[in-house]
């Protein structure tokens, strides 16, 4: 399996504990983020150790709140929304959050770094191959995507022209000019990089 990084963006997304039965409204679609972090680790009964990902969390009360799963220590983690929404309702539970990473339940950790923090403190490895999923960029078919890759993309209402700018040298990769929800991205992106593995390229 190639090991992949997704950063989600979720600029309405709760900042401090929420309602686990009302993740699209209160919780500022909340949702969406959980069925990404499906997508983005879970097969049919496994679990994707190569995968992290980073929800940047922008909605109130307590903006912003970064959360880091990796797949290689995650645990008590299963495949329905609830559950990972009560882990990230964990995380957000957490006192006195600062900028450095503090581990709520294993594989998981909360900071209040932004979108600007989160960039900037990247891995090497997470640098070296990263691409802005955006319907206006270039063909994903067109694409090396060999190596570690990094795919940033945004919620329903995608990044603002700040977050843009923020990363407007990095390639810009599109799956088409309809406009998917994140989750049904991250599945796309998921089978594109498999098969990319599969043929060695
Ligand atoms: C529902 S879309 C956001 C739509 C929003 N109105 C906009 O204009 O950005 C959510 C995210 O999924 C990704 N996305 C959706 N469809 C895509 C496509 N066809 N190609 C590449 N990325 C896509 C982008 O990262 C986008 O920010």
């Not at 997704?6 to 009302?22: E, R, S």
């Amino acid at each position: 399996m190639a090991s992949r990084t997704y950063i989600i963006v979720g600029n309405k997304a709760a900042t401090a504990p929420f309602h686990l039965n009302d993740l699209a409204g209160a919780a500022g679609r909340m949702d969406l983020l959980c069925r990404s972090v499906s997508a983005a680790f879970f097969l049919s009964h496994d679990l994707r150790r190569d995968v992290v990902i980073y929800l940047v969390l922008r909605g109130g009360p307590a903006p912003p709140r970064t959360i880091r799963i990796s797949g290689t220590d995650v645990k008590y983690m299963s495949p329905d929304e609830r559950n990972i929404a009560g882990l990230i309702r964990k995380a957000l539970s957490v006192e006195d959050i600062d900028p450095r990473w503090v581990v709520s339940t294993p594989g998981i950790q909360v900071s209040s770094r932004d979108l600007v923090d989160l960039l900037q403190g990247l891995s090497r490895e997470e640098r070296a191959n990263p691409f802005h999923l955006t319907e206006d960029g270039g063909p994903i078919d067109e694409a090396d995507l060999g190596g570690y890759v990094t795919f940033l993309l945004g919620d329903h209402n995608g990044l603002t022209p700040e977050q843009e700018g923020l990363i407007d040298d990095w390639p810009r990769l599109s799956l088409g000019r309809t406009s998917y929800h994140t989750d049904h991205c991250i599945t796309v992106l998921n089978h594109t990089i498999d098969m990319r593995a599969a043929k060695g390229r």
